[in-house]
């Protein structure tokens, strides 16, 4: 590799052609960055004590060796969007000059319009691509040879044409220097580095030097893995066929945000853990070294990722056709259920292996949103939600596809436990449902629950039937009784209450018979919400209980629990203790003082919660939970408890625990803390709690 400074305009001139690979991410800079460098460059050329101004790297590798007659341009990996930005700028110095009558044009030595061209910007005597010294990757080169070639009949969109009309109309300005702006070019500077083909590895290089500017996306990283060290048409096989669908998937459904989320989740269906978003590219580096080491091309690794963008289209972005599926996994979008996505990848890959039908794959959907949104309502903690989908095809049978499903929704206990009906049915009843995040899907879902010509609920509001001023009028006083107040506030913001109505400005505090019987009242509404409000005679703590139980009665039918009879459910059953190896296979658990330890421990950490189950091994004993969170070595004085939480995550006041990140050990974890009948047993207790709570979380 050979860095030296340079004058980004020498560099240009010198360079016959650049081009940016097809690998590489489009033309990304927006404004603010264009006013940047634009503010840069006038500041520069109004300076006469400044002699340079440095605007970054240019790193750039032989395509080929080329030959006398056909020279290979020079494959920009690092420092596209400058060389972009400027090669605009200089576009639109030509537009203006080149309307600039004679008399008028300033002296701009070095500048003058077929000066700019020829140095900077085209090939006099090329043809074809050879024509232009900057080639952009596919979805910006047209855009740019049309702003080159000054054509005023292309469609003008994108990021090409809409950073050279912003140049267009800043070098438009009468009152702008352009002596100032020319020696502001002039003035630029970079460090030109050239990477020598067949030696320098450019993607190492790129990942170095890509610390700073507009910051690439983890799927921007993947890309370049994936495709910059192969042939050129190795690449454009794979990036038309493979890699390019995928972006426009994403970037036609408007979530090309989402790519990075996808490839996470297919990390954690393709290696069974799940990478922090930040550290995407990383572990799918490690991931397709691991599939190289067995064999498997970089070809069967673009298409399989490709196979399961295609699924995560279906999912997560609104591209299932089957009506069925496409309105369930809307509803999973509506409560922001991503965290089942690795499940749910999996199991759409064995509906299109065959391994079960669409109809199945729709039952299952169901299933989860169900276990999701019962959770929400009885307000249990969602932050383990991404272990249990993560590990849960685990416990799926392909013979029993479906079955197997209920039977694992209904083995889960403790923080994982799929809500009963009685606990769901008495939450939905008593909760603050109107300050309910997911209320708007709830109430379309019960709203339209069998219902062939669906309502869009967006076209109407929630009404309080018994209104929210706690002022309320005599009507109102009379028909709630002596205790009015206690009333309204237990009952105002529940199930009971709460309805859907186009007429809220004109129902606004009215008694409830006026509301009933007025036009567009109760009575008349065609909302099934609204049914039976027509028959009442009045608006009571009474009428809102019951009607709260009707309600609540419909979601549970929508929001259903797996049924399998005792039998059927005894075949999944486990042991909680689980392994070939039992206690009698650990010499020191046999002596009286540490089998005593040893029981009080696995009592109270059992207790944490009815999930947890016992492994034992040949070395050690493993708690855990989706993994183990603490791992109990039998010593002949002492148990020797390992946490599996990662240091400098720990509270340990007393500092009884032992930092071992980094040595060996036989447990799983980063602390280990000593057991024996003289240490305080609650205090220990409180130091594998965290290690449990820590499995639990988005770790």
């Not at 995550?649 to 003289?678: C, F, H, K, Q």
Request: with cysteine; glycine share 6%; net charge negative.
């Amino acid at each position: 590799m050979k860095a030296v400074d340079a004058n980004l305009l020498d560099l240009l001139k010198v360079t016959s052609q650049f081009e940016v690979p097809i690998y590489q991410r489009a033309y990304a800079w927006g404004e603010d960055e264009c006013d940047q460098l634009w503010r840069d460059i006038l500041q520069a050329g109004a300076s006469d004590e400044l002699g340079a101004h440095f605007t970054g790297s240019v790193v750039y590798v032989e395509k080929a060796a080329g030959t006398s007659t056909n020279q290979a341009p020079n494959l920009i990996i690092d420092g596209q969007q400058r060389v972009t930005t400027l090669t605009l700028i200089l576009a639109a110095l030509v537009h203006r000059l080149d309307r600039e009558p004679a008399d008028r044009q300033e002296p701009l030595e070095g500048f003058s319009p077929e000066e700019i061209r020829v140095s900077y910007l085209v090939n006099r005597f090329k043809s074809d691509d050879r024509r232009y010294r900057l080639l952009l990757s596919q979805g910006d080169r047209e855009a740019l040879m049309a702003v080159l070639d000054e054509r005023p009949d292309v469609r003008r969109v994108g990021r090409v044409w809409e950073n050279y009309d912003f140049f267009v109309s800043k070098i438009a300005d009468k009152k702008l220097n352009l002596a100032a702006l020319c020696a502001g070019l002039a003035k630029l500077t970079v460090v030109d580095v050239r990477l020598q083909l067949g030696v320098d590895h450019p993607q190492l290089v790129f990942e170095a030097m890509n610390s700073t500017g507009k910051k690439l996306s983890q799927a921007d990283l993947i890309r370049n893995f994936v495709l910059m060290d192969l042939p050129p048409d190795h690449q454009s096989h794979l990036y038309r066929n493979y890699w390019r669908p995928m972006e426009l998937d994403f970037g036609r459904s408007g979530q090309d945000s989402r790519f990075d989320d996808f490839v996470r989740h297919y990390l954690t269906v393709m290696t069974g853990s799940i990478p922090r978003l930040a550290d995407v590219y990383d572990a799918f580096k490690e991931h397709a070294r691991a599939r190289a080491q067995e064999g498997q091309s970089i070809d069967e690794l673009v298409i399989e990722l490709r196979d399961y963008s295609v699924r995560y289209g279906a999912i997560a972005l609104g591209m299932e056709t089957h009506p069925g599926l496409k309105s369930a996994f809307a509803d999973l979008a509506q409560i922001r259920a991503d965290v089942v996505y690795p499940f749910l990848l999996e199991a759409y890959t064995d509906r299109d292996l065959g391994v079960l039908s669409a109809d199945e794959l729709l039952e299952i959907v169901r299933l989860v949103a169900s276990y999701v949104f019962r959770r929400a309502v009885v307000g249990l903690a969602t932050n383990s939600l991404n272990t249990t989908f993560q590990t849960f095809s685990r416990a799926v049978r392909k013979d029993a596809y479906v079955e197997s499903v209920k039977a694992h929704f209904l083995k889960m206990q403790g923080y994982r436990v799929f809500p009963k009906d009685s606990d769901f049915e008495e939450s939905l009843r008593s909760i603050d449902l109107y300050h309910f995040k997911r209320r708007s899907y709830f109430l379309r879902l019960l709203e339209n629950h069998g219902r062939k010509e669906h309502v869009s609920i967006e076209e109407y509001t929630i009404e309080h039937i018994l209104p929210q001023n706690p002022h309320l009028r005599a009507e109102w006083r009379q028909d709630l009784g002596p205790e009015w107040t206690e009333v309204q506030a237990k009952y105002l913001h529940t199930l009971g209450n709460l309805t859907l109505t186009g007429y809220n400005s004109e129902y606004s505090d009215r008694p409830f018979s006026e509301k009933r019987d007025m036009e567009g009242g109760f009575r008349d509404s065609p909302l099934r919400l609204n049914r039976g409000l027509g028959q009442l005679t009045t608006w009571n703590a009474s009428a809102i209980e019951e009607r709260a139980r009707a309600l609540a009665g419909e979601a549970i039918a929508i929001w259903s629990r797996p049924v399998l009879s005792p039998e059927v459910l005894s075949k999944y059953q486990e042991s909680r203790a689980i392994s070939g190896y039992s206690i009698e296979d650990h010499t020191y658990l046999m002596r009286p003082a540490r089998r005593a330890d040893f029981e009080r421990l696995r009592t109270a950490i059992v207790a944490l919660d009815p999930s947890v189950t016992i492994h034992f091994l040949k070395l050690y004993v493993a708690f855990k939970v989706e993994t183990n969170f603490v791992d109990v070595i039998p010593q002949a004085a002492r148990l020797l408890l390992t946490l599996n939480i990662p240091a400098n995550t720990l509270v340990d006041e007393r500092g009884i625990a032992r930092d071992v990140s980094g040595m060996g050990r036989w447990g799983n974890g980063d602390y280990e803390v000593p057991l024996d009948e003289t240490s305080d047993f609650t205090y220990v207790m409180g130091l594998v709690r965290q290690a449990y709570e820590y499995q639990l979380g988005d770790s």
